[in-house]
């Protein structure tokens, strides 16, 4: 009866460790399958975790090449901005230089021929003053010419020439005055009082004539004559010369007007250029705000990009013990284990790498 109970208690222990074995094998398998599948998720994590670290340095590749691109454009934006600055204060200088320039020059010269203008038009009016004075003496001239045509008639000639022979034994006359104060004289005897009052005039007019030096006599009056003609044509030539110069002024005037319009419209574009220059400093500024823009996107996703590295690297760091402990219990040799456990327990603790001491 011993013996029964005792065969009847090992067999129940038997069972009851083949069923214990059969549910370890099961969670061995179990186990084993988990490992598995957790060993792909870690080759998966592992790939994503090279290719994550691959897109880093290419990451950070790109960003050390744009931080080196935005150092150059920096640099350029620098030295575009000095030399815009220089251009922008040579322009200024250069504009407010050229505008007091055009301004003296335009007032200097309209003074200049203002003055030129001035000095000719006094000029055209003393010529032409000269020669209404030069006409009215020819006029006069020729008019006194007529009248001693009329007056030396034959009558008058004989009557002269009697007692030019009256008055020739007394002695000769020096002057015209002489002679035509005999031939009145005379004229007073015998003559009547029409040709009186002509000889008188005639005596007028010769006296005139001497105290104005122009003319000694009739043939003087001739000579006279030719010489007021020589002066009227010396005075219509200067005249003719004083319209030419007159005319060149006038022409190098219009040139000059020409250019201070040209001037003019010169200056009236200044402000065309200083809307170019502003227009370029806002463009300038654009650029400098669109870099700041992209230098902040450049380092937002560089931390990013390193926010993204380091959960990778703490998510790698935090999965690494749980697959060395799963190679370590995929590497024991059940049938060995056996040997050294003596109970199931023993063994599942070994399959999950756990040592308990005693």
């Given at each position: 009866?011993?013996?029964?109970?005792?065969?009847?208690?090992?067999r129940?222990?038997?069972?009851?460790?083949?069923?214990?074995?059969?549910?370890?094998?099961?969670?061995?398998?179990?186990?084993k399958?988990?490992?598995?599948?957790?060993?792909?998720?870690?080759?998966?994590?592992?790939?994503?975790?090279?290719?994550?670290?691959?897109?880093a340095?290419?990451?950070?590749e790109?960003?050390?090449?744009l931080?080196?691109?935005?150092?150059?454009?920096?640099?350029?934006n620098?030295?575009?901005?000095?030399?815009?600055?220089?251009?922008g204060?040579m322009?200024?200088?250069?504009?407010?230089?050229?505008?007091?320039?055009l301004?003296?020059?335009?007032?200097?010269?309209?003074?200049?021929?203002?003055?030129?203008l001035?000095?000719?038009?006094?000029?055209?009016?003393?010529?032409k003053q000269?020669?209404?004075?030069?006409?009215?003496?020819?006029?006069?001239?020729?008019?006194?010419?007529?009248?001693?045509?009329?007056?030396?008639?034959?009558?008058?000639?004989?009557?002269?020439?009697?007692?030019?022979?009256?008055q020739?034994?007394?002695?000769?006359?020096?002057?015209?005055?002489?002679?035509?104060?005999?031939?009145?004289?005379?004229?007073?005897?015998?003559?009547?009082?029409?040709?009186e009052?002509?000889?008188q005039?005639?005596?007028?007019d010769?006296?005139?004539?001497?105290?104005?030096g122009?003319?000694?006599?009739?043939?003087?009056?001739?000579?006279?004559?030719?010489?007021?003609?020589?002066a009227?044509?010396?005075?219509?030539?200067?005249?003719e010369?004083?319209?030419?110069?007159?005319s060149?002024?006038?022409?190098?005037?219009?040139?000059?007007?020409?250019?201070?319009?040209?001037?003019?419209m010169?200056?009236?574009?200044?402000?065309?250029?200083?809307?170019?220059?502003?227009?370029?400093?806002?463009?300038?500024l654009?650029?400098?705000l669109?870099?700041k823009?992209?230098?902040?996107?450049?380092?937002?996703?560089?931390?990013?990009?390193?926010?993204?590295l380091?959960s990778l690297?703490?998510?790698?760091?935090?999965?690494t013990p749980?697959?060395?402990?799963?190679?370590?219990?995929?590497?024991?040799?059940y049938?060995?284990?056996?040997?050294?456990?003596?109970?199931?327990?023993?063994?599942?603790a070994?399959?999950f790498?756990?040592?308990?001491?005693?």
């Amino acid at each position: 009866a011993a013996w029964t109970e005792l065969e009847t208690k090992l067999r129940s222990d038997l069972d009851e460790s083949l069923a214990t074995n059969e549910e370890l094998q099961k969670e061995r398998y179990h186990h084993k399958t988990q490992f598995t599948k957790i060993e792909r998720e870690m080759n998966g994590l592992r790939d994503r975790s090279t290719v994550a670290e691959t897109q880093a340095r290419e990451y950070q590749e790109e960003t050390n090449r744009l931080e080196q691109q935005s150092s150059q454009l920096e640099e350029e934006n620098e030295k575009l901005h000095s030399q815009q600055e220089y251009t922008g204060k040579m322009a200024m200088d250069q504009t407010n230089k050229l505008r007091n320039e055009l301004l003296k020059s335009n007032m200097d010269v309209e003074e200049r021929y203002k003055n030129e203008l001035t000095r000719l038009e006094a000029e055209l009016q003393t010529e032409k003053q000269k020669r209404v004075d030069m006409e009215s003496h020819l006029d006069e001239l020729v008019d006194r010419s007529e009248l001693l045509d009329v007056m030396v008639s034959p009558r008058v000639q004989s009557r002269v020439i009697a007692k030019d022979d009256a008055q020739r034994t007394l002695g000769a006359g020096t002057n015209q005055e002489s002679i035509l104060q005999s031939t009145l004289n005379g004229l007073t005897d015998f003559g009547d009082e029409e040709d009186e009052d002509q000889l008188q005039e005639l005596q007028h007019d010769t006296h005139d004539s001497e105290r104005d030096g122009r003319v000694g006599s009739t043939g003087g009056s001739f000579a006279a004559l030719e010489q007021l003609s020589l002066a009227l044509k010396g005075a219509k030539q200067e005249l003719e010369a004083l319209r030419l110069h007159l005319s060149a002024t006038e022409h190098e005037r219009d040139v000059i007007q020409s250019e201070a319009n040209n001037l003019r419209m010169s200056s009236d574009k200044l402000p065309l250029f200083e809307t170019k220059i502003a227009e370029l400093n806002q463009e300038l500024l654009d650029k400098n705000l669109e870099m700041k823009g992209l230098h902040a996107d450049m380092v937002d996703m560089k931390e990013w990009y390193r926010h993204q590295l380091d959960s990778l690297l703490e998510e790698k760091a935090a999965t690494t013990p749980i697959v060395e402990r799963i190679r370590k219990v995929e590497s024991i040799d059940y049938e060995d284990d056996e040997e050294y456990f003596s109970t199931p327990s023993d063994v599942a603790a070994a399959e999950f790498g756990l040592v308990y001491d005693e």
